[in-house]
């Protein structure tokens, strides 16, 4: 079993519908949840991150935590046609230093 | 802003073949990641270096290696090349290990594809 699960999708929305993407984790020790958003051919980059249970708002984007349960999620309101990308949630853990990734998640926005 | 820069962005090799990547990581940036992005997969990291010093070893095959030099660059150097090694292969920056909120600036890979 992988240490960070993730739905691959591919997800496809009309402009305007609110996304939902979902990440579930098995190691407790996980402390950071970021959330990645990938363009075809380029590197990942960086949209949130959060280290605490609860919800996170910037914009359009909503990161949630729930470590009780062991999964987060990315809410994406008013989805846009640029946002069509693959999305990763990631976890990092101090203690190893290292970024766990998701599968990640296609998403597309159709006009 | 200055960004981490890799090089080559395209690398196509032959089976057996050796290859080395580059990595030039922000200013400042001490910390040094490689990961590895197979075709619709996701990124598997590979190792890491801080202040020159390997400081962590996760999936990497023992034909690869790779150091950080003085002036803060990596190098991940592959040997004896096999068709599945192609993909991508990405750089990330940081500035303070394990630090809060540590976070890993990417590069925008080097593709790799083995024949």
């Known amino acids: 079993q992988k240490e960070v699960e993730q739905d691959p999708g591919p997800l496809s929305v009309p402009e305007g519908a609110i996304v939902s993407l979902n990440c579930t984790y098995s190691?407790?020790?996980?402390?950071?949840f970021m959330w990645y958003r990938q363009y075809s051919r380029k590197g990942p980059e960086l949209l949130m991150y959060?280290?605490?249970?609860g919800n996170k708002e910037d914009g359009r984007f909503t990161a949630q935590v729930d470590k009780s349960s062991k999964y987060i999620s990315l809410f994406i309101r008013d989805s846009q046609p640029s946002d069509s990308a693959t999305y990763l949630c990631?976890?990092?853990?101090?203690?190893?230093?290292?970024?766990?990734f998701g599968q990640g998640t296609t998403l597309q926005v159709k006009p | 802003a200055a960004g981490v820069i890799q090089s080559p962005r395209h690398l196509i090799k032959e089976k057996r073949e050796t290859a080395t990547l580059k990595c030039y990581p922000i200013?400042?940036?001490?910390?040094v990641y490689w990961y590895q992005q197979g075709p619709g997969q996701d990124p598997q990291f590979l190792i890491s270096?801080?202040?020159?010093?390997?400081?962590d070893k996760g999936s990497i095959p023992d034909r690869f290696s790779a150091q950080q030099f003085s002036d803060y660059h990596s190098e991940l150097n592959m040997s004896s090349l096999e068709l599945g090694d192609s993909a991508l292969y990405f750089c990330?920056?940081?500035?303070?290990?394990?630090?809060?909120?540590?976070?890993?600036?990417f590069g925008p890979g080097t593709r790799l594809t083995v024949l």
């Open positions: 990330a920056s940081s500035l303070v290990m394990g630090g809060l909120g540590d976070e890993q600036f």
């Open positions: 190691n407790s020790a996980f402390q950071y």
């Open positions: 959060t280290y605490s249970s």
């Open positions: 990631a976890m990092y853990s101090s203690n190893t230093g290292k970024l766990i």
């Open positions: 200013p400042r940036h001490d910390t």
């Open positions: 270096f801080y202040e020159k010093m390997q400081s």
